[in-house]
């Protein structure tokens, strides 16, 4: 048999990528650290299927990736009963300035082929009664997913069209060397078992961890490697499952670190509202989320609950006055890996696109996967799926 392709990372973007692979009769491997998949960013987002609005320019990855993935997904789960909502979703604008933004991502979404039509505050009311706002935009092509029933929908097709594809969970590298004959030798933790792996080729889809993977393994001087700067969202959920009829979005912040706090409703009718904007110390981002000395660090927790959530209250008030925040409950964070901070001087900013680098030979690095990162996953599974292919052929 041919050495594996082994994908690091068990996540939506890593399950794509090995699925993609399979069904193109490429032997690989899906390893990560977890006990088991789809547990990190994966299973803590909107799960909302984008349109392609959100990205630095038209051409940029975030924007075409969005659109062909959303497109990808929706076939897909169409074929294999995987549930997905097309909600549509409303963009509401309550000031003057809002309402030159709503009018930009109008243009905007007309140029990407999106159609979002205007509407007044009365027919915002007529989708979903209880939105107040001047005006609003709503775009019918969005939807939401069961982020897990897809996530399993592909492992399985992957291993049903490539028996000899495996996962490996609780598994991490611990060393690399190059193989002269093209490809990796790795060394393979998995609990107390230690064990060695070949490797035809080599893609980074840690996530989080994805730069401080990559340079703890190829041996990167601190500070010299790539970086994330981690941006947390939290969420909560709400009692009443009929405050809200579909998505709903204000502006999304101006500093780009999130999408605003809005209310969106999963495939089982459960209403959960955020996330919000919390740059993380910027330490963080050098170390990814095991310290320097190896310990691990609770990242996913919630400090000073009670001021997020009025802050939440008093954001979502502005298109849902009649919000009652007894209702409201804290569920959880996720974190955005951002390749750039606001504070960062603009000519330091590396970019604020997915970037996907085969940045060693038969090394492939993924970075800054944040959303719409769900919605293009099986188009980035196909980009990566796609270079190995036009590598490995041509030697
Ligand atoms: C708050 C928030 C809201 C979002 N909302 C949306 C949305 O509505 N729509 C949308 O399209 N996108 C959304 N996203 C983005 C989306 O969730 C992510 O882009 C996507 O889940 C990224 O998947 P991933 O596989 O890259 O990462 P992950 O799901 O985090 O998977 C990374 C995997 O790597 C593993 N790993 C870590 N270190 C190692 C290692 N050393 N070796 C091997 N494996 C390792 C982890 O255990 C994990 O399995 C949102 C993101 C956030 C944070």
């Known amino acids: 048999m041919d050495k594996p392709v082994i994908v690091l990372g068990g996540g ?30 994966t299973s803590r987002n909107s799960a909302v299927l984008h349109t392609g609005m959100h990205g630095p320019s038209q051409t ?15 076939d897909f789960a169409r074929a294999k009963g995987v549930r997905l909502e097309k909600t549509g979703k409303i963009m509401v604008a309550n000031d003057e300035d809002g309402e030159r933004r709503l009018e930009e991502f109008r243009s ?55 028996p000899d ?10 060393s690399l060397s190059q193989d002269p004959t093209g490809g990796y030798d790795l060394t393979v933790r998995q609990g107390d078992a230690t064990y060695d792996l070949s490797a035809s080729f080599v893609v980074n889809s840690a996530g989080l961890d994805a730069p401080s993977l990559y340079s703890s393994l190829f041996q990167v001087p601190s500070g010299e ?20 009829d579909l998505p709903v979005y204000p502006l999304p912040t101006k500093d780009g670190g999130g999408l605003g706090i809005h209310g969106t409703k999963t495939v ?23 310290r320097p000395d190896g310990t691990e660090r609770d990242y996913w927790g919630v400090d000073n609950e009670a001021d997020i959530k009025e802050a939440f209250v008093e954001s979502i008030k502005l298109y849902l006055p009649t919000l009652n925040p007894d209702k409201l409950s804290y569920s959880h964070c996720g974190i955005r890996p951002k390749l750039s901070h606001p504070n960062m001087k603009e000519e330091y900013v590396r970019q604020h ?19 719409p990162g769900l919605t293009s996953s099986m188009k980035i599974g196909q980009v990566v799926g796609d270079m190995i292919k036009e590598r490995l052929r041509n030697g």
């Open 12 to 41: 939506i973007v890593g399950i794509s990528i090995f699925r993609y692979l399979a069904l193109a009769s490429i032997p690989a491997h899906l390893l990560t650290v977890s006990p088991t998949l789809y547990t990190t960013l």
């Open 60 to 74: 940029s990855n975030k924007v075409k990736w969005c659109k062909e993935g959303r497109e990808m997904i929706e």
């Open 108 to 162: 905007l979404g007309e140029a990407l082929g999106v159609s979002p039509l205007s509407l007044t505050s009365s027919k915002v009311a007529s989708f979903s009664p209880n939105v107040s706002c001047l005006s609003g935009l709503l775009f019918p092509t969005t939807s939401v997913v069961d982020v897990q029933g897809l996530c399993q929908a592909l492992e399985l097709d992957a291993r049903s069209n490539s």
């Open 165 to 174: 594809s495996h996962v490996l969970t609780n598994a991490k590298v611990t």
């Open 225 to 244: 490697g790539p970086r994330h700067f981690f941006c947390k969202g939290h969420y909560y959920g709400y009692q009443d499952r009929n405050i809200i």
């Open 268 to 290: 089982d009718g459960d209403v959960v509202f955020g996330p919000n904007v919390e740059w993380m110390d910027e330490d963080v981002g050098i170390h990814g989320l095991t």
């Open 353 to 371: 696109d997915f970037y996907v680098g085969e940045d060693k030979d038969r090394w492939i690095n993924l970075f800054g996967i944040e959303s």
